[in-house]
């Protein structure tokens, strides 16, 4: 089974600085990498899909970079609206999996 | 427009069967990737299980030989049989497509396992 670590659990950050939460995989899973958001009490958002193709709709603020093991989700000029909890999936090896989640609160 | 609504959610005693109902529009759920996803109070996201192909599925540890995916073509609904339900099984279940990524969600619907 794969794990996936993200980090940080939790950063607070002020309305346009650059968020950076990276996904660790405990082996490689090619690109098969995906990025979600979800607010609370909301089902979850896809974000990023394939560690780096910007899913339909989504903020040009949210982009996605890596492979292999080592993952990125970068938030730049984070807007109040994107407080929530960040996840990434793994869908190269079932079963599939999810990291814990990066809570990113504004300041 | 493609949607996924969740039902059969309830309260269930420990050792108890529920059965969950995912019901699609705007896509078909025989010829995609169909999951369930579940989240525990105040917890992350747990992948469950998915359902694909002809008929072909795959279960998480923690449910496996307890919990059984299946789907109904012309009907164009997936379900999730839980059986033997544990106090650990409390969560909000989502069905959610995947093309790679999950790209369609659910609502969720709560089931909650307690004496």
């Known amino acids: 089974e794969i794990v996936l670590t993200q980090s940080p659990d939790f950063q607070s950050v002020t309305p346009k600085e650059k968020v950076t939460i990276t996904c660790r995989a405990s082996?490689?899973?090619?690109?098969?990498l995906h990025w979600y958001q979800q607010k609370p009490d909301q089902s979850p958002k896809l974000l990023i899909k394939?560690?780096?193709?910007?899913f339909s709709g989504v903020p040009s603020r949210f982009s996605g970079s890596g492979s292999g093991t080592d993952f990125t989700l970068t938030i730049n000029s984070l807007e109040a609206e994107d407080a929530a909890t960040y996840y990434c999936?793994?869908?190269?090896?079932?079963?599939w999996g999810f990291g814990q989640g990066t809570k990113v609160e504004i300041k | 427009e493609e949607q996924l609504v969740e039902s059969g959610g309830g309260l269930v005693q420990p050792g108890e069967s529920l059965r969950l109902s995912c019901a699609a529009s705007g896509l078909s759920v025989s010829t995609n990737y169909m999951s369930w996803v579940r989240q525990a109070p105040g917890k992350g996201l747990e992948w469950v299980s998915v359902i694909y192909g002809g008929d072909s599925t795959y279960y998480a540890d923690s449910v496996k030989g307890r919990f059984t995916i299946s789907r109904h073509n012309s009907k164009n609904t997936f379900y999730l049989q839980m059986n033997s339900l544990r106090v650990e099984d409390t969560a909000v279940y989502y069905c959610a497509r995947s093309e790679g990524g999950f790209r369609d969600w659910g609502q969720g619907t709560l089931v909650t396992v307690s004496s």
């Open positions: 999936h793994q869908s190269s090896t079932l079963p």
């Open positions: 394939y560690a780096s193709q910007s």
């Open positions: 082996q490689s899973i090619g690109s098969s």
